[in-house]
């Protein structure tokens, strides 16, 4: 088992910056490939970004490429997602994902966080 516990979320206004963060327990942290995920009010949840065990090979959705930042420390045991240029569509509770697939898409997750609520005011 593997239990991932996000936390940075909040109250932002339009054009400011989160750092979400998820820390991770239990099995070997570093034999897991992890993601961000995103569900918006009334919206299917949807990739963010995803990093691989290395840290070397990174995928951003279109939509926040150049704006999101992800990494990991293993020291740590923990994976953030930097968000700056924040706009009110990003709005979402932000889930963090460890698949031990080397794709992370929703199908190869296999453990979830609980997810951390992100409001961006206009």
């Known amino acids: 088992q593997v239990q991932l516990v996000e936390s940075g979320g909040g109250l932002v206004q339009a054009g400011g910056s989160l750092r979400l963060s998820c820390a991770a327990s239990?099995?070997?942290?570093?034999?897991?490939?992890m993601g961000w995920f995103r569900r918006a009010p009334g919206k299917e949840r949807e990739f963010v970004a995803a990093?691989?065990?290395?840290?070397?090979?990174?995928n951003y959705a279109f939509f926040v490429k150049g704006r999101f930042t992800i990494s990991r420390d293993g020291a740590k045991n923990t994976v953030y997602l930097q968000m700056d240029s924040l706009k009110p569509e990003d709005t979402a509770i932000y889930y963090c994902a460890a698949s031990r697939s080397s794709t992370v898409v929703a199908a190869t997750v296999d453990y979830w966080g609980q997810g951390t609520q992100v409001t961006v005011s206009s």
């Open positions: 239990g099995r070997t942290f570093s034999n897991y490939a």
């Open positions: 990093i691989d065990t290395s840290g070397r090979f990174i």
